[in-house]
């Protein structure tokens, strides 16, 4: 079974550009969710879509934003970039919704530099 | 309001000791518990969760937590470490709320484990 996919796994951006980062998760998970992983903050969280609907979002600028599309893969962009928002962006798929408290399964993340 | 705290940033232990990754939480309603592992520059591996029933989680490469309700503690351990174990680890409490927080993960800032040889 294949496991949560992130595209690209390395990015380099110049200020001011923006970028789209891609995740798709396993087959059948419908609820998808993105952190941002930073040496400084940690593990944050961005947002988390379920069934093509944001249902959480975390305490993010609005440059950053996502969409899920309606075979469950999700997108998240990022406009303006700041030298700060070089980062490890995990994305993570669950079975259900997480309201049972399945496992959330996470990609390989894509690691996004900002010169 | 949920939150983790991981109280040592580093853990060292020699290969073949027991090791202990501690982590305590704070959490609205009933505690869904998670530690994961992360290998450099790689994403967050699954290794246990606790969500209801015994409170010793048996997990993925040997690893157990003891989930502890008065202490609201959920420490990781493994009785005899290996030098393959190194790596960070992180403790997650899921979102009880309704609203902004079901379904989202609070992480610790992480622990570094080193088990030398």
């Known amino acids: 079974k294949a496991g949560v996919t992130q595209t690209p796994r390395y990015l380099i951006k110049t200020r001011g550009q923006q970028v789209t980062l891609s995740c798709s998760p396993i087959?059948?998970?419908?609820?998808v969710s993105w952190y941002q992983q930073t040496p400084g903050q940690g593990l944050q969280f961005l947002f988390e879509?379920?069934?093509?609907?944001?249902?959480n979002k975390g305490n993010f600028p609005g440059r950053f934003s996502g969409r899920q599309f309606s075979n469950s893969r999700s997108e998240m962009n990022v406009s303006t970039l700041e030298l700060g928002d070089s980062a490890l962006y995990l994305c993570?798929?669950?079975?259900?919704?997480?309201?049972?408290?399945?496992?959330?399964?996470f990609g390989s993340g894509t690691r996004l530099t900002v010169v | 309001a949920q939150s983790v705290a991981q109280p040592e940033d580093q853990v060292n232990v020699a290969e073949g000791n027991p090791l202990t990754v501690k982590c305590t939480y704070s959490?609205?309603?009933?505690?869904?518990l998670f530690w994961y592992v992360q290998y450099p520059n790689r994403g967050l591996q699954f290794l246990l969760k606790?969500?209801?029933?015994?409170?010793l989680v048996k997990g993925s490469y040997g690893f157990e937590a003891e989930f502890n309700k008065s202490q609201t503690s959920f420490h990781l351990k493994k009785p005899s470490a290996l030098v393959s174990d190194s790596a960070l680890y992180f403790c997650?409490?899921?979102?009880?709320?309704?609203?902004?927080?079901?379904?989202?993960?609070?992480f610790g800032r992480g622990t570094q484990l080193t088990v030398w040889p």
């Open positions: 993570a798929s669950s079975l259900v919704d997480g309201e049972k408290g399945w496992g959330y399964t």
């Open positions: 087959s059948g998970h419908r609820s």
């Open positions: 879509y379920f069934s093509e609907t944001q249902r």
């Open positions: 959490v609205s309603g009933n505690p869904y």
């Open positions: 606790y969500i209801t029933g015994d409170n």
């Open positions: 997650a409490v899921r979102g009880a709320d309704r609203g902004s927080t079901l379904g989202r993960l609070y």
